[in-house]
């Protein structure tokens, strides 16, 4: 009887155990659908043009999802960040080698610029806007701009690059790296160029306007 009973309790153990990886796999889908609808329409829409119903029927979720996986439209948008936030604070450049850091920056902000276009354009957005929450942004944009700082730094100080200022040459460069190429009011006719392709022309560009010893 005991063996019988603990093959009865293991049973109900993993049916249990099932039904949790089941749920937990299931909030994990409805959430990654909150957050790409809620992405698709603070690009299109901005945020404050942007209600929590209208996530809900982008989503196709109930509007009580939001509230039990986020707890307000607030939270959506902050949680949309996530993975910037670890791209950028995560990101390494070997600075005894400056001008091939700087290469390698601007190559892999282009690149990521492409891949989450919309994240950027509501990044944008909230910058050119002013907006009250970009003190909570400040650890998503901030850390790039710290790494291209202290690249520019580093070629300054190993005389691979001339500037008169490192504040016009870091505005400049990242006006560059955020670029519009994905607007199709400013851009009537399709790009033929790869991701990788647009990347290169990006460094080329940047290279050619600073005084680089290559």
């Given amino acids: 009887m005991n063996n019988r009973f603990e093959h009865?309790?293991?049973?109900?153990?993993?049916e249990v155990d099932k039904k949790e990886v089941a749920q937990k796999e299931k909030n994990k889908e409805v959430k990654e659908q909150i957050l790409q609808a809620a992405k698709s329409l603070f690009s299109s829409r901005g945020y404050d043009g942007t209600t929590v119903r209208?996530?809900?029927d982008e989503a196709n979720v109930?509007?009580?999802?939001?509230?039990?996986?986020?707890?307000g439209k607030e939270n959506v948008f902050n949680a949309l960040f996530e993975p910037l936030r670890d791209t950028f604070m995560?990101?390494?450049?070997?600075?005894?080698?400056?001008?091939?850091?700087?290469?390698?920056?601007?190559?892999?902000f282009v690149?990521?610029?492409?891949?989450?276009?919309?994240l950027i354009d509501i990044l944008q957005q909230e910058i050119v806007?002013?907006?009250?929450?970009?003190?909570?942004l400040k650890d998503v944009f901030l850390p790039s701009w710290e790494q291209l700082r202290t690249i520019l730094q580093a070629c300054q100080e190993q005389q691979t690059i001339h500037y008169e200022s490192i504040d016009?040459?870091?505005?400049?460069?990242?006006?560059t790296l955020m670029y519009s190429?994905?607007?199709?009011?400013?851009?009537?006719?399709?790009?033929?160029?790869?991701?990788?392709q647009i990347a290169e022309l990006a460094v080329h560009f940047v290279f050619n306007g600073l005084h680089t010893k290559q």
């Fill in 90 to 108: 995560n990101a390494h450049y070997d600075v005894s080698d400056s001008l091939g850091a700087l290469r390698s920056f601007c190559r892999n």
């Fill in 54 to 56: 209208q996530i809900c």
């Fill in 168 to 175: 016009v040459a870091l505005n400049f460069i990242m006006g």
């Fill in 62 to 71: 109930s509007l009580a999802l939001v509230s039990y996986h986020f707890g």
């Fill in 8 to 14: 009865l309790f293991k049973k109900e153990v993993r």
């Fill in 129 to 136: 806007m002013n907006s009250p929450r970009l003190e909570m």
């Fill in 111 to 118: 690149l990521y610029r492409i891949h989450e276009h919309e």
């Fill in 181 to 196: 190429l994905n607007n199709p009011f400013l851009n009537r006719s399709s790009l033929q160029s790869t991701p990788e």
